[in-house]
């Protein structure tokens, strides 16, 4: 009798089972385990009905979507430096899934330390005028009409219009016509509309600040700005005189210093460059408190150019000193004057035999603290990153201030024989002093983390920004290429080999829910009968 039950229990479909089971009244957990087995031979018939296209379309479907999030990863990534997925988990759902509170008392002492290093990247992610920015109509716009790109953002040019009001604009404007009309020029956003401006102003009254917007902006040819800012300097003189008698001469200084520094810049670029040495000299000397201009790094780059080492030492003696901000043009003219006493000798391999000489040290020295200051400069000197044109805007310490470092003095490493060799020799060294610049630097501050966001705000969007130190790739961009690629590899097998793949899927499943079957097997002969019933009833 047990035998032809058992041999009725094989050959009975599930259902038919289960209702002869309550006719008979059957034992209470053998229901139970009947209805456990049922579920397990539907999800068998499921899986069994399953076609390879099925298989196909699944890791197909799957290796897809990963890649369409891959892709969207590594562009955000690029474009803003950090995984969109890390973002929105940190700035949305860890808040919901209870992230640390700031306020606690027991992090107050963390939360100072936080708001004291932010006041410190504050400070130092402040963003400096361009002491050898170029000229917007006769530089920047013959660029684009070449290359057909834009070379200045709109972020940078908008830094621009407010240095414009702040240096050539004051209360007093509305008084003069001219001046009324040029302190709405300089809010225009429209070129256009700020060159006519500039033109209806001259038509009132010979204007300084007019002349400056024209030779910035209209002038297409450096020859043509230098003419229309010796008219600005005659304008400007007169108005600087009238205003010492009245002692309220501030915007007036502002303009003559400008222009006079710009014609100077003019000379210089028109090969003119012992007059352009003489120009700056007398206007530091004139105006020696007006260092927002940084005219001497104006100086530095000529002197470099007439190679005139020794005057370029003295004004290094006077502005490399400690309680002044320093600037990559101060820190690499040091290096390269060090560098350029031991250059044409310099030899690596005789180096590692004998050890470096006492010059040979200092050198090497200089060009660590020049890389510590910034360390994007050495990549555009060696070229091994290409240049473009400087921004009129940079951030110390950052790649925007490289670029316009090794844009105008890559040609002064260059004349220094054996001095690109030294610094291609030795500045990698640099990063071993400082394993951690993030959290602490050797001669200067650490590293300020907020650079590449706001380098990435003053370059163009074809320049690809320098970053420091360099960003692994985030989790997510490499676990979705993993899973792009994994899904891909097997919906290709699974094309290719169906039933061996189909096989394989079903192998896997089985294995994967075995643990499953165990569990559940030891859970029924460990719990008695009648919890078991109760819990199959709920």
């Known amino acids: 009798m047990s035998r032809g039950l058992t041999s009725d229990l094989r050959l009975s479909s599930g259902p038919v089972l289960i209702r002869m089971l309550d006719r008979k009244s059957a034992p209470s957990h053998l229901k139970g385990l009947m209805r456990r087995r049922l579920n397990v031979h539907t999800l068998s018939m499921f899986l069994n009905t399953l076609t390879p296209k099925f298989y196909v379309a699944l890791t197909g479907t799957s290796s897809l979507i990963s890649g369409l999030i ?11 430096g950090t995984s969109f997925i890390e973002q929105v988990s940190v700035s949305h759902l860890r808040p919901l899934l209870g992230g640390v509170d700031n306020s606690s008392p027991s992090n107050s002492n963390t939360s100072n330390g936080e708001a004291d290093s932010s006041r410190q990247s504050v400070s130092e992610c402040k963003v400096w005028r361009n002491p050898l920015n170029l000229f917007r109509g006769a530089e920047y716009n013959r660029y684009t009409w070449v290359t057909g790109r834009e070379p200045l953002t709109y972020y940078d040019m908008n830094l621009s219009a407010q240095d ?9 404007d509305h008084l003069r016509p001219a001046d009324a009309i040029m302190q709405k020029a300089w809010r225009e956003r ?19 600040t007019a002349y400056i917007l024209l030779a910035e902006e209209e002038a297409t040819t450096i020859m043509e700005a230098e003419r229309l800012f010796k008219q600005a300097l005659k304008a400007g003189e007169s108005c600087y005189r009238r205003s010492q008698q009245l002692q309220h001469h501030g915007r007036d200084t502002n303009v003559l210093v400008y222009i006079k520094r710009r014609l100077a810049m003019c000379s210089r670029k028109l090969g003119r460059t012992r007059e352009a040495v003489k120009m700056m000299r007398d206007l530091m000397k004139e105006f020696p408190l007006l260092s927002m201009f940084n005219i001497h790094e104006n100086l530095l780059e000529s002197l470099l150019e007439l190679q005139n080492y020794a005057d370029v030492q003295a004004v290094l003696a006077k502005y490399d000193d400690i309680s002044l901000p320093k ?23 005789a180096a590692s035999r004998r050890g470096l000489s006492t010059a040979e040290m200092n050198a090497v020295e200089a060009i660590h603290r020049a890389v510590e200051f910034n360390p994007h400069v050495p990549k555009y000197l060696l070229e091994m990153k290409s240049l473009i044109l400087p921004p009129e805007h940079i951030l110390k310490r950052g790649d925007s201030e490289a670029i316009a470092y090794a844009f105008f003095h890559l ?8 001095a690109l060799n030294l610094l291609h020799c030795t500045w990698e060294g640099t ?14 501050y650490p590293y300020p983390i907020c650079t590449e966001t706001a380098d990435r705000e003053l370059l163009p969007m074809f320049h ?4 420091y130190p360099k960003k692994e790739l985030p989790f997510f961009i490499l676990f979705t290429a993993g899973l792009c690629s994994f899904t891909a590899m097997l919906a290709l097998l699974t094309h290719q080999f169906p039933e061996l793949m189909g096989v394989f899927a079903k192998a896997f499943l089985s294995t994967l829910f075995a643990p499953l079957n165990f569990i559940m097997e030891k859970v029924e ?9 109760q819990l199959t009833r709920i």
């Open 431 to 444: 990063f071993r002093m400082i394993p951690y610049p993030l959290e602490k630097g050797h001669l200067f």
């Open 525 to 533: 002969s460990i719990l008695p009968s009648s919890l078991w019933h």
């Open 70 to 80: 891959l892709i969207f990863e590594w562009w955000y990534f690029r474009k803003y």
């Open 164 to 172: 414009h009001q702040t240096f050539f604009t004051c209360d007093s």
């Open 411 to 418: 040609q002064h490493w260059k004349r220094v024989e054996g």
């Open 464 to 467: 690809e920004v320098s970053v």
């Open 190 to 208: 429209n070129p256009q509309a700020r060159i006519s401006a500039a033109h209806e102003a001259l038509e009132l009254e010979d204007c300084a």
């Open 327 to 349: 600037s990559a043009t101060i820190c690499y003219t040091a290096a390269l004057l060090k560098a350029r006493a031991v250059s044409d000798k310099f030899s690596p391999e």
